[in-house]
C-alpha cells in the first residue's frame, strides 16, 4: 500500500486551522489526523465534529482520519460521519460492543479502525479483524503532542504487520506518537504505512522538507 503522511492537527495552529491545514496539505502531506479528546478517557480536551465540518467547509477534501479518545464513543459516531469524516478510529476500552461500534461506523458511510494504546493487546483483533479498514498503533500514550516514541510500539507493528499480512484483508497500519525524520525509517520497516506526525511537522520550518524528509526514509526503509 502507498505509504501514507498524516499531519497531526494536535500541533496545528488552531487560531488559523483552515490555512495551517491547506499549508501542510500543499505541502505534500495526504490526510489529516484529526485528535478528539473529552478530559475523560484522555486528560486533554480538544475538537469536536463542528471543527470536521468546518475543514469541509473551508475546502479541504483531503480524507479526514478522526481518532476518536473519548468514552463512549457510540454516540459521537453519527456526528462525525455528517462533520465528513473519512476514517473513523477508537480505542476498544472505550466501547462496551467494539463490533457493533464497527458497524456503526461503516453504516454510517466511514472507514472504521481500532486503536491499541502500548499496553493494550493486539488479541483484541483475533475476531474483528476481517471488519477493519485500518489498524492503529498508539506509540505514545494518548492525550498529548510531543511525547516521545515508545520503542516496544516496533514490535508490536511487526506483530500487526503479520496479522495483516495473513489476514489477506486491504487493512492500513497506522502509527501515531513521537514519530520524527530521525525514526520514520525504522517505523517504516517494522510495518506501518500510514504514518501520524505532529509536533515533528508542524513544529518545523518548512512542511514541505520535513515531509520530503520523512518520505525519502520510508523509501529508503522499503528497498
Ligand atoms: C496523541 C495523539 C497524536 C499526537 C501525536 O494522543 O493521538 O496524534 O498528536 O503527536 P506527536 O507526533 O507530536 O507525537
Ligand atoms: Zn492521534
Redesign the pocket.
Known sequence: MEPLIAP????ADFARLGEDVSAVLDAGADIV?F?V?DNHF?P?LTIGPMICEALRDFGIEAPIDV?L?VEPVDRIIPDFARAGATYITFHPEASHHVHRTISLIHDHGCRAGLVFNPATPLTWLEHVIEELDMVLI??????????A?IESSLDKLRQARKLIDNSEYEIRLEV?????VENIGKVAAAGADTF??????F?SENYAATIAAMRAEIDAASQ
Open positions: 497531526s492537527i494536535l500541533s489526523h485528535d479528546m484522555v486533554n481518532h479518545m498508539m506509540s505514545v500514550n494518548p492525550g498529548f503532542g510531543g511525547q516514541f501515531d506518537g513521537g514519530v520524527k501520524v506526525a505532529g509536533s515533528a511537522i513544529g
